[in-house]
């Protein structure tokens, strides 16, 4: 049986990987933070949704229980997941998005050389196409590939870039089979509720059912490369399965707004959006009442925006055999009906 262990196992990609591991035989492991408990409300939930996962207390900055954790479980594949993931919220604090999502990556390679798994462990990077910073001179025509040039344009995307780089360093310098997932944005029905794509699937739900008012958002405008974070998982075990170690774009080669996915969201919903005005003026209006259902807010805009993201995943196609199951408009219903079902069943 083989052992793996996944950083940021709480999280949504950490909670479908740790479910695809077990199915495939795997015993598998999910570090959460030190400070969470036993008795604490989250572990008690984990423990409920996934039985099957030894959670192991440890925490990304703490290198010595780090390696105590590699040590005694002597995996033979990790997964680093955990990172301060919001874009948006990494401008408010970008000291300790740095700290983790960046110096946290190296804890954990440190980590495994540290344990002398080096040779024996295979190591999984999330990296990101926020990496890219969607500026017009850097990206290609067909979507970035793994050649691209980076740009990030957060203090998300810098301290990724960083544990993009210290991975590929560690697998020069010490010959790791350590492989960095450069992937697009994937969503889902485990997708926290501070991410727009959730933020908008669960606001269309309580709109239909008169729990909510209206819906704020920024940027109408954004366009994102959205697949299934179901399926990107499984692109993540395929890259450790490779005899050697590579970086992969994992991504669908299309690119929506965050407009059309409020358009299908609330359509999803049985409600069609028109839209009036312009800039920050302009709203969201159902169809046929006329009432008022998306709003701007200057809030949710970002210091430095980043425009378009469009992933071209040739060589995971080619190498790895990976392809998304789920398309934009299976993903945005897939989201819809979830949260309707789960306001509905607040409602009894």
Not at 4 to 30: F, N, P, R, S, W
Not at 194 to 204: D, M, P, Q
């Amino acid at each position: 049986m083989k052992k793996a262990l996944i950083t940021g196992v709480a999280g949504q990609d950490g909670g479908h990987l740790a479910k695809l591991l077990h199915e495939k035989g795997y015993e598998v492991h999910g570090v959460i933070r030190g400070q969470m408990e036993a008795s604490h409300p989250r572990y008690k939930t984990l423990k409920q949704e996934m039985p099957f996962v030894n959670l192991v207390m440890a925490d990304l900055l703490d290198l010595a229980a780090l390696t105590r954790a590699l040590q005694e479980i002597q995996p033979d594949e990790v997964y680093n997941l955990a990172a301060i993931s919001h874009v948006g919220y990494s401008f408010r604090d970008p000291i300790l998005t740095a700290d983790v999502t960046g110096k946290g990556v190296l804890n954990v390679l440190e980590a495994i050389r540290l344990a002398g798994l080096e040779k024996t462990t295979r190591f999984y990077q999330a990296s990101t196409s926020e990496m890219f910073g969607g500026l017009d001179y850097n990206r290609p025509d067909t979507g970035y590939t793994e050649e691209a040039s980076f740009h990030p344009r957060s203090p998300y995307g810098v301290a990724k870039l960083y544990g993009h780089w210290i991975t590929c360093n560690y697998r020069e310098s010490y010959g790791m089979h350590a492989s960095c997932g450069i992937l697009f944005n994937h969503e889902g029905e485990r997708r926290g509720p501070e991410f727009v794509t959730r933020k908008i699937s669960k606001a269309v739900a309580r709109i239909k059912l008169g729990l909510q008012e209206d819906l704020e958002l920024g940027n109408l405008d954004a366009k994102r490369d959205w697949g299934y974070a179901g399926d990107y998982v499984e692109g993540m075990w395929r890259m450790l399965q490779q005899e050697q170690p590579a970086d992969y774009v994992l991504a669908t080669g299309e690119t929506h707004s965050i407009r059309e996915f409020c358009e299908l969201a609330f359509k999803e919903a049985g409600i069609n959006i028109n839209w009036q005005g312009n800039g920050v003026d302009e709203t969201g209006v159902d169809a046929t009442t006329g009432k008022v259902l998306i709003k701007i807010n200057p809030d949710f805009f970002r210091p430095a925006e980043v425009d378009l993201l469009l992933g071209n995943p040739a060589k995971a196609e080619k190498t790895l055999g990976w392809k998304r199951a789920i398309d934009f408009p299976g993903l945005v219903k897939l989201m819809v009906q979830h949260d309707l079902g789960l306001e509905e069943a607040k409602l009894g």
